[in-house]
C-alpha cells in the first residue's frame, strides 16, 4: 500500500502482517531501549484539523521512537485561518518534501483527496464520519491479545454508530476477521440496512450484549450530529449506558473498549471503566503506539522501494 486511508482497501492477511509487526513493536516499548530505526532519515508531519489527545501524542511518539524527525503542524496558527485551501496547504508542504503525512480532518473523503496531491505516504487519523484505520488496527490488536484470536468473536459496538468513524472502520475490519457483529443503540444513532453488512442490529441492551465476548462503547458525537436529534444525557445513561447490570448479560469473560475520549455516566460508568479485570481501555492506548509504529514502518518500507525503483 502507498497510503493507509482506510480499512477497506486492506486484505486479512494486511491486517494480521501489520498487528504482527505491532506485537513485536509492544515488546520494544516495554523494553528499556524503545528505539527502533525503521524511520531513520524521514520527515513526518502532522496536521491535525480536529483535536486529539491520544491518536496525535502517539503518532507523535510512534514517530520518535522510530527515528522520524517530527514536525506537528499547529493547524490553530496555520494559514488555513487566512483562507488557504486544503489543497494549497498540501501542496506547500510537499514542496518540503515529507515522507510520512498524518492527517485529520472533519470532512470525510478530505484525506483521500489530499494524498492525491502529494508525493509522499499519506495516513489517515480521522476523516469525518468515513474512517479512522488506526484506531480500528489497536482495537484489533487488543482484542487479539485479549482473547488469543481475532476471529469468530462475538463483538457488541455500542451507542452512537451513525456518526462514528471508529464504528466504521471497525465494522469493515472485523467483517473482514470473520467475527459475529451486533450493533446496538437507539434507531436514530444507527444507520439503517447494516443488516446487508453482516450485522445484527439491537435496540436493547439487553437482548444485545448476551453472551458476546467483546462490549466496545462510543460516546455520543455531537459535534457531527448537524442539529438534528441530541438524546438527553440522563436517559441516553439510562437505556445504554454500560453499567455492571448491563454489562451482566455479556460472557463473564468478557472484556469493555472504549476508544476515547470518553464520557463517564453519559455512555459509561466510570467504575467499569476503572475495572481492570473488564476494561482494556488503558491497553487500548498502549496498543495505539505499537500499530502506529508498524503502520508507518510498512509503508516506509514501500515508499523507499518506490523510491529505490524510480531512481
Ligand atoms: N480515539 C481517538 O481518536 O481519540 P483522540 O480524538 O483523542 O485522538
Not at 205 to 221: C, F, K, N
Not at 242 to 260: C, N, R, S, T
Request: charge should be negative; proline fraction near 3%.
Amino acid at each position: 500500500q502507498d497510503h493507509l486511508l482506510g480499512i477497506e482497501k486492506l486484505g486479512p492477511d494486511d491486517i494480521t502482517t501489520l498487528l504482527d509487526l505491532a506485537d513485536d513493536y509492544v515488546a520494544l516499548n516495554r523494553s528499556d531501549n524503545k528505539h527502533g530505526d525503521a524511520l531513520q532519515g524521514l520527515t513526518q508531519v502532522n496536521m491535525f484539523f480536529e483535536n486529539s489527545t491520544r491518536t496525535q501524542s502517539s503518532f507523535e511518539l510512534a514517530g520518535r521512537r522510530l527515528g522520524a524527525d517530527v514536525m506537528n503542524m499547529s493547524m490553530q496558527a496555520s494559514s488555513i485561518k487566512k483562507g488557504e485551501t486544503l489543497i494549497d496547504t498540501a501542496l506547500t508542504l510537499n514542496a518540503m518534501r515529507p515522507d510520512l503525512l498524518v492527517v485529520r480532518h472533519p470532512h470525510s473523503g478530505a484525506v483521500d483527496l489530499l494524498a492525491q496531491k502529494v508525493n509522499c505516504a499519506v495516513l489517515n487519523a480521522g476523516d469525518g464520519r468515513h474512517e479512522h484505520p488506526t484506531q480500528a488496527l489497536l482495537d484489533a490488536l487488543t482484542i487479539r491479545r485479549a482473547k488469543g484470536r481475532l476471529h469468530r468473536l462475538s463483538i457488541a459496538i455500542c451507542g452512537d454508530i451513525a456518526h462514528s468513524r471508529v464504528a466504521r472502520s471497525n465494522i469493515i475490519l472485523l467483517g473482514k476477521m470473520e467475527n459475529r457483529l451486533r450493533l446496538i443503540g437507539p434507531p436514530t444513532l444507527v444507520p439503517s440496512g447494516m443488516e446487508e453488512f453482516g450485522c445484527e442490529v439491537y435496540e436493547d441492551m439487553e437482548d444485545g450484549l448476551r453472551d458476546v465476548d467483546v462490549v466496545m462503547m462510543l460516546r455520543l458525537q455531537k459535534e457531527r450530529m448537524d442539529g438534528g436529534f441530541i438524546p438527553s444525557e440522563r436517559e441516553y445513561y439510562h437505556r445504554y449506558g454500560l453499567d455492571a447490570e448491563k454489562l451482566a448479560f455479556a460472557k463473564d469473560d468478557a472484556i469493555v473498549m472504549h476508544p476515547g475520549p470518553m464520557n463517564r455516566g453519559v455512555e459509561i460508568d466510570g467504575t467499569i471503566a476503572d475495572d481492570i479485570n473488564r476494561s482494556v481501555i488503558q491497553e487500548q492506548v498502549e496498543m495505539g503506539v505499537a500499530v502506529r509504529m508498524a503502520a508507518m514502518d510498512l509503508l516506509a518500507r514501500n515508499l523507499r522501494a518506490r523510491r529505490a525503483a524510480a531512481a
